[in-house]
């Protein structure tokens, strides 16, 4: 856990690389949330194939959320083919940013966390995605997004069946993992755009809207073999569809 020491809007720059953190959760029985790799008041800090795994959190809000990768008060934060893995015990979140602007999670991949998301970020500013998956999430969510602005989601998979092999998360097995609930939700977010992103074989929509004030975008990609509708629109706000989207979910492809 890294804190600014004066906890001064300067923050300082860190740069971490070719890490694993094991959090040991099967064997943690703390009742206070854990966190793996957490940077507060930090500015331009940047990670590159840093893995966080099996860190011990029991809830998805309050004193038991924890984080395997968590980014608060910070900007400019960068985060290049890391990894959030949960295979052992009892786990939150993956990757969360809180209260931060301009963070990049470029080729990641969150996969199993028990209670929580796979990408979560609150009150923030320019969040983009890249090429990310999250998958097999046993409770929530693969992608959330909390009361933000501008975020950017591009070619990113929630749920989805991965392929033995593929670089650079060669562990992964070729199986459904699709997550326990919604693949991409936005809540109170504003000005979130979705590039040839893919909700695939999730245990309910492949996206969720609710309280977006000017909408959502959504250019290409698809939602498809997801348990309720392919798009659900929780207050009846515009969204905007736009290219070559395919659907095909057992509820509906949209509601609301």
Do not use: W
């Not at 740069?15 to 930090?42: H, P």
């Not at 090429?131 to 997004?145: H, T």
């Not at 309910?204 to 990609?221: A, E, L, Q, R, Y």
Request: net charge negative; glycine share 14%; with cysteine.
């Amino acid at each position: 856990v890294i804190f600014n020491q004066a906890l001064t809007a300067g923050g300082d720059s860190i740069e971490i690389r070719d890490l694993t953190v094991d959090g040991n959760a099967i064997n943690n029985t703390a009742a206070a949330a854990q966190d793996g790799i957490s940077i507060l008041r930090g500015v331009a800090c940047r990670f590159t194939r840093v893995r966080v795994k099996n860190v011990r959190g029991t809830g998805s809000a309050g004193p038991t959320e924890g984080f395997l990768f968590e980014y608060g008060l910070s900007s400019d934060g960068t985060y290049i083919e890391c990894e959030a893995i949960r295979d052992a015990g009892s786990t939150s979140a993956g990757f969360s940013c809180n209260s931060s602007v301009n963070i990049r999670y470029v080729s990641c991949i969150a996969k199993g966390m028990t209670v929580s998301a796979g990408f979560t970020h609150n009150t923030c500013s320019q969040v983009y995605h890249i090429a990310c998956v999250a998958s097999d999430a046993v409770a929530l969510y693969g992608f959330n997004s909390e009361v933000s602005t501008d975020v950017t989601y591009v070619g990113c998979v929630s749920g989805g069946i991965v392929p033995t092999g593929i670089a650079p998360h060669p562990y992964i097995s070729a199986e459904n993992l699709g997550n326990a609930s919604i693949g991409f939700v936005v809540n109170g977010s504003d000005r979130v755009t979705f590039i040839g992103c893919s909700a695939v074989g999730n245990g309910s929509h492949g996206f969720f809207f609710t309280d977006t004030p000017n909408g959502v975008s959504i250019i290409g990609g698809s939602s498809v073999s997801n348990t309720g509708y392919g798009i659900s629109n929780g207050d009846g706000l515009d969204v905007v569809v736009i290219s070559t989207y395919i659907a095909s979910n057992v509820a509906g492809s949209v509601t609301g």
